[in-house]
């Protein structure tokens, strides 16, 4: 059977709507396939919801949020078809895509696919993480944006990264207490930061960003603990207090929810599924697919765009779409070659200057060695709850690789499938062995990459044969 | 100068087996792995020890053979995770009932009484839950299932215990045979023994080849899923007299649903792709025969690569061709119940010329001159 | 652990555990619960221990409860419905093989 779409986008960010509306514009028949309700994706999530409904919330959100006003506004008056609440479980090198929706499972085909299913907060593994209680910094904030809710006990942020800090003045704007903001970062990396800091200075105004964010909360007065080691959530059946290593000494402290966050990574689950090709990035040790300057991936037809191709943030993302919508335009005939570079100039001069401001934030804000080795008792795998220990006993009586030591502990085994144990797990092998994580590699992702029951399965609706 | 007293090309559960069985018997061993111990079958198996239904010239050595299983644990001094929880196959017709009980006439005329008939009452006590249409079957009580890569880590490290050395990442190229000696050229070097095992499994073809002996082989991705982690519900492993169907509780919880659906094998790259018709099939089955099942989360499904034959049975015993070369592979997608019986199959035969269990049937030229194809070249 | 800013514009009530409460339209499911006095939603298989949303963007699985009768559903991608069954998950029981 012919393909259904020309185009199918996976994600419903910034990204994949700027995509979409350029698509669209070209008269490609595309579908965008977003597993949340609305889209806006995690950045400028259920903004037509605060735009419309609870405006009282924007202030507290800042002005970067308000920026997807217009985005969400051109993406619902494009051609390009909205599928909200559809999780894709499959792609296929065919270009078949499976997606499972409340009306079930079924396979679609497309001519040409954009993967833009953005980033996730990189897992830092510390005892007590699986505690009620302990949270991404994001999804505290995700809280804020779809449901208009703020914490109500004691908070305490753990880790590093800009996410962090502007969470943290959003809740002190809302009246929130902040008890701490616990900074894993050390001295020396600002030191490993100065060299790009002109360009990240001519990147736009991601500096003065931050220098805005640090003024505001010193102004809240929230107290910032720096070089914090050793962390930990403690409490029994919720987190009760933290403790941490802080110049030598060990501190404790009260907490009602602690707050995570230490850098996004590429959310890489649906290319490494497929498998398109990887590469380990050093600065911030993560995968990201390999790709072309347009976004194209080595299997063909299949291009990423945004953070899923390695981080730039929001901004970079809008222009990285674009670039990806023109060049699946070239590809599926409707611009030739030298349309495609005329047409994309502006948004690949505005994509590479967002860029610039990368090297300075990877050097500023590396995971933490705390993070890349836990101690043999830290559970690594949530799902199976299967420690650091473990890892490394597996892979001294012979598991050498991640696929071995996910057949021998099940870390990865489990519904995230390895989306929060994965680098770590890499890591520790790595660490094990002496070799670098690009030669220890990760798990094989295998389909369903979203859950489906056997129902789903049973009835699946497959058009394309 | 020798390498060791044994080479063996392949590094899975029937590799490893033979390398224990040498090596504690003092046979010094050395094991060639292409790419990790347990890369394909051997982890990739949905992990049946099941002597129920199997083809008659295979149920003396499953009878041997579940002897082993029932104190691996202690042999190996390792958690295979065996539990003796039986096998079922299920009949859903009458003219299904009337295979399982023709089924256990023939292995009583040959010997046998491990296979029992079990009527509607009994299959409901068994597999509670199974759907009202089920009639009947076949049961076999000390059968049961394992955790196949960790039965393959432990035959592998108790093959080391006992002095075996197993090298990853070396694939074979070709095989010389000098006098007296094997040669192994690899992409690591040159490896010389006096005696040859070749447990290569799907690749098995490819190096009898290179031994002289070219055979029909063909390599095929057997696919499998499993589900979210259950409250225990069932014991023994589920098959099906009519229909595809392997279906297990695992230690953990999970639901491991196989059967025979086949996916397609990438020869380059030693990937597998799904077949999502199959994989849909076997849903229906499993949500057919277990309504409680439909909610239940799939969270993964994959492919293994294993070697076929054109009979289903397996290649075992010595070469035809050249003199200390022996054959153990393309188990056709029912091995790990074998793997500690013709592990110790092998050994003898290397060590005292002769198996005391009959492995006729198995030889490795039973198809010379029938005109069966040959698809060895299957992994560049 | 967490409370509303404002009244919801368009209030509806789900059961968790059998108990009314009050959502917002376009909450999801694990929202509501944070919002309640018992953010747990289930108590892992292999330990018991008890879990709380994490990540609350479809990655880390550990907001899985029983809506609508339907086990390891992720509660933080599946808005709330006027009427909509929520219960925590028991740890599965982990009887004996043989």
Redesign the interface.
Known sequence: MSPQYDLAIVGGGPAGMAAAVRAAAFGLHTVLFDEQPAPGGQIYRAIEAVAGGRPQDLPILGPEYRRGIALVEAFRKCDATYCPGTSVWQLTRELELGIVDAGGARMVHARHVLLATGALERPVPFPGWTLPGVMTAGAAQGLLKASGMLPDVPVVFYGGGPLLYQFAWQLAQAGVPVAAILDTGRRANYVAAAPYLPAALAAGDYVAKGLRLLNGIRRHRIPIMRGVSDFQALGNDRVREVAYRQGGTTHHMAAGLVLVHAGVVANCQLTQSVPCRHEWYGPQRAWRPVTDPWGNTDLAGIQVAGDCGGIGGADAAVHAGRIAAFEAARRLGRLSGDQRDTLAHPDRLAWRRHLLARPFLDALYPPSPGTLAPDDATLICRCEEVTAGAIRAAVRLGGTGPNQVKSYTRAGMGPCQGRECGLTVTEIIAAERGLAPEAVGTYRIRPPIKPLTVGQMAGLDDATR | MSDADVIIVGGGLHGCSAAYNLASRRVKVLVLEKH???RHAS?ASAGGVRRLGRHPAEIPLAMASIELWHRLNELLGADTEF???GQVRVAETPDELDACEARVALTRSLGYDHEILIDKGELVRLVPGIAATAQGGIYVRED?HAFP??TT?AF??AAERHGAI?R?GVAVLAIERATHTWRVLTDRGRFEAPVLVNAAGAWGGEVAAMIGDPVPTSPVALMM????????WL?PTVGSMGRKLSFK?S???TMVIGGGYRGTVHPESE?T??D??G??A???T??ELFPH??????????AGIEGFTPDDIPYIGPSKAAPDAYHSFAFCGHGFQLGPVVGAITAELILNGRSNLPIEAFRIDRFEGTGAAYRGDISR | MFKRRHEPNHALTVYLDGDPITAAAGDMVAAVLLASPDPRCRATPVSGSPRAPYCMMGVCFDCLMEIDGVLNRQACLVPVADGMRIRRQPRPEPMALT
């Open positions: 990790v111990v347990g982890s539990h003796a929880s049961g890569y960790k880590l592998r490290n197993v990853e899923m499993v589900t979210a982690r259950m409250s225990r014991g509780q230690e953990s919880g990937l792709s799904l999502f018709a994989l849909r076997s849903a229906r499993v949500s099942m439909r909610h239940v989360d799939i969270v993964r499904c994959w």
